[in-house]
């Protein structure tokens, strides 16, 4: 992809018109034994979370996003949060080896979905462990949060693969939560956005703006100035609503219940929209 340059919302790689395209999975009949580490196990209802999965899909679609459905893995409890499968900058897949063994298994159709798109597909090598949600891209800076299923060596493939395609790859610290961006995301200007309370070293970002709620700090960007985020923040849907931005509510409680937010969903496949 040497011949690749960062291009307009409506445009592809090489100059083609084209549309967004995000990558979703459909959840797992076991949804309910997903994987829990910082919080209380409570009940997932299934249905509750099919019918939000539906609405999430839909407000990208509304929103001017194809979604490409990567073939299910109903065996894998974790795999609708599909971006820790993968984490892609500029033409290039990195196909991610969690820290959580049991998860490892959810990478084989990422990678097929990502190749069939055209995408140049590194993978990360053992003893190397990351997931896509400790990974957050603004501009050309690419944070990578370690400390819980990111290691060091996570840190330094990810590093060789995307450092010669123009990332500034920067180590965060996490340990109070699950992934880097359950802690924090970044709007559209690359302001970082976080609860104090879990972001941990807010010296690292170039320019940090505290939210009022833990999920109010998970956006996804869905181009322009529209945010999609969860229904669980409504005083930083305000927020943003004050800065300018149009945030998309969609409700998620029920991956909310298993520590997922909004970005675990879905893994865009336009970086000029990051």
Known sequence: MGDARRCGRDRCWKGAMTIPKALVRRPSSRLAEGLVTHQERVPVDQDVAMDQWNAYVAAMRQHGWHTVEVPSEDDCPDSVFVEDAVVVFRGAALICRSGAPERRPETAGVEQSVRAQGYAVHRLHAPATLDGGDVLKT???????????????????????????????????VSKVLHLKSAVTALPDGTVIGAPSLAEDVSLFREFRPVPEDSGAHVVLLGGNRLLMAASAPRSAELFAGLGYEPVVVGISEFEKLEGCVTCLSVRLRDALR
Do not use: I, S, W
Request: glycine content about 18%.
């Open 139 to 173: 501009g050309e800076t690419v944070y990578v949060g370690q400390g819980g299923r990111t290691n060091a060596e996570g840190l330094r493939q990810l590093t060789t693969a995307f450092e010669p395609l123009g990332a500034r790859v920067v180590p965060v610290p």
